[in-house]
């Protein structure tokens, strides 16, 4: 029982494939728009294998024009139309945004995944080009179901990176290496220092405050592309699992057909 997870993002698309239950191989790809379903299903093709005998697929997105190219592509390869993730989709999880349909589809599956494999409550850091951070606690009505609460959204670091650029007339685009200490001795070190310190004294801050505000300093997760490199300078930091998104769309998928993923050992 193969089934096909497809997180996209603003930057890459993340693929995961499930077998049985278990996460068997990851793929991540730039997302380009403007590829035509025919293209994605050349490039699904290279990736997975022709003729692959799917189960069926699930699809979060937040470049809603991609949605349905990739939708397509993979019904046409695989003979399986894909469940879109949307407001409607039962997760497990009660959305307690207070306008439900502005919450991003990822942040959605992150709260799912941190809940299956951690359990609540619990915190996810998305480093992506966006950084999101999101909170899903206990359900404290009775209802078994964990609350997804909301969280806070920041530029990550390539887009303060590329602000930098676009906003000033003479400061270069640096490679994005980390930087142990903070006072920067050469123009490109002083950036690095910047966008690397400025961005982990904005997570702490963040963090900190929302453990006042919600009273418990529960366990922090981590996830998405960027979070390499970063996440040595953030100690409250429990896991990093930068496959967190792909296991919340199979536990969705589950939820919905009938095949959920086996409990956590």
Known sequence: MMILTVDIGNSTIHLGLFVRGALRKTWRISTRPGHTADEYALMLRGLIGEGMPLMGCIISSVVPSLEWPFAQAIEQEYKTLPMILDHQTKTGVVNGY?????????????????????????????????????????????????????????????????ALVKGTARLPRVPLMGMDHVLGRTTEESIRAGLTHGMIGAITTIVDRAWEEIGDICRVIATGGDVIGLEKHLPFIHAVDPNLTLFGLRMVYGINNDCPLPPVK
């Open 98 to 162: 207070e306008n439900p349909e502005e919450v991003g589809m990822d942040r959605l599956a992150n709260a799912v995944g941190a809940g299956y494999l951690f359990g609540a409550p619990v915190m996810v850091i998305d480093f992506g080009t966006a950084i999101t951070i999101d909170f899903m606690d206990k359900n404290k009505s009775g209802n078994t179901m964990p609350v997804y609460r909301g969280g806070a959204i920041l530029p990550g670091i390539e887009m303060s990176a590329d």
